[in-house]
Each structure stands twice: as C-alpha cells, then as structure tokens.
Nanobody, 123 residues
C-alpha cells in the first residue's frame, strides 16, 4: 500500500502561483510513476501532469503546458506541482496518484490516490 497526502492548495488571484506537494508513505515511492489529476465542480476528473519514477520524463495536459511544472524528490518521498499564471478555470480539487506506468495518464491506470487539495483561483 502507498498512502498519499496532498497539501498546498488555497485561494489565489488569477495570475498568481501555488505549489502543491504530495507526500507518500508505505511501499517504495521511487517504484511508481506519479501523476496529478484535477476535478472541477460538475466535471470529470482529468489528467494534469505525469512524472516518471526517476523524474527524467514529464508530460503535461495541453491546458497546463508552459504554466505548470511537475517534479519529485525521491529522497523525501514527495512529488510537487508548481502552478504559475493561474486562471479561474484551474479551480478544482487536485489529486496526486501513483501508478506502475508513466504512459498511462488515465484514472484507471493509477493504483493509489490521495484525498485531494482544493485550489480556487479568483478572477
């Protein structure tokens, strides 16, 4: 089992920045690819970003490319999501997830999920 706990969400004005963190405990963190997903009110959960187990490869949804950066520190069992130039449409609950396949980038492909952290971007 892997337990994931997100933090760093909050209220920010459009154009501002936030950094989300996700701390993992349990099984070996570095064995897993890590993804961030988000779910806005009334919408389905959507993929945001992925990082390979080593951190050497990253991938982003088109909607966040150039504004968000995913990174990880395997020594700290932590994955981060740096969010810059935030827009009101980025408002959502953000979830981190762990899975065996970096190329999955889908809800069904992830094995473990955190409970999420709320990001609200005001206009």
């Amino acid at each position: 089992q892997v337990q994931l706990v997100e933090s760093g969400g909050g209220l920010v004005q459009a154009g501002g920045s936030l950094r989300l963190s996700c701390v993992a405990s349990g099984r070996t963190f570095s064995n897993y690819a890590m993804d961030w997903f988000r779910q806005a009110p009334g919408k389905e959960r959507e993929f945001v970003a992925a990082i390979s187990w080593s951190g050497a490869a990253t991938y982003y949804a088109d909607s966040v490319k150039g504004r968000f950066t995913i990174s990880r520190d395997n020594a700290k069992n932590t994955v981060y999501l740096q969010m810059n130039s935030l827009k009101p449409e980025d408002t959502a609950v953000y979830y981190c997830a762990a899975g065996p396949n970096y190329f999955s980038r889908s809800y069904s492909g992830m094995t473990y999920w955190g409970k999420g952290t709320l990001v609200t971007v005001s206009s």
